[in-house]
């Protein structure tokens, strides 16, 4: 069993930055995946970005060069810097661990934190 925990979220104007943390509860973090994914309004949630045990990173295109995932397993934490934020990235942003592929499938993911509120002013 896996707890996970977000925080960092906020209003924030375009163009400016974030950093969301999750903080993972149990032994096992590092065997995990580390996934996030957001959801807006009346959206579906959808892949954001994910970093594998072994520290490879994937992103979704609409993040690619502006959001960069890490992780720290000593801490049992996995972040997200988001830079040069835009309107459209507004959504609630959520935690999740996962053992399966494909990454960026919500499928993929066994546990999932309550999420964290990101608001960007135009």
């Known amino acids: 069993q896996v707890q996970l925990v977000e925080s960092g979220g906020g209003l924030v104007q375009a163009g400016g930055s974030l950093r969301l943390s999750c903080v993972a509860s149990g032994r096992t973090f590092s065997s995990y995946a580390m996934g996030w994914f957001r959801q807006a309004p009346g959206t579906e949630r959808e892949f954001v970005a994910t970093i594998t045990w072994s520290g490879h990173t994937y992103y979704a295109d609409s993040v690619k060069g502006r959001f960069t995932i890490s992780r720290d397993n000593a801490k049992s934490t996995v972040y997200l810097q988001m830079n040069s934020l835009k309107p459209e990235d507004m959504a609630i942003y959520y935690c999740?661990?996962?053992?399966?592929?494909?990454?960026?499938?919500?499928?993929?993911?066994?546990?999932w934190g309550q999420g964290t509120k990101v608001t960007v002013s135009s």
């Open positions: 999740a661990a996962g053992r399966k592929l494909p990454l960026s499938s919500r499928g993929s993911y066994d546990y």
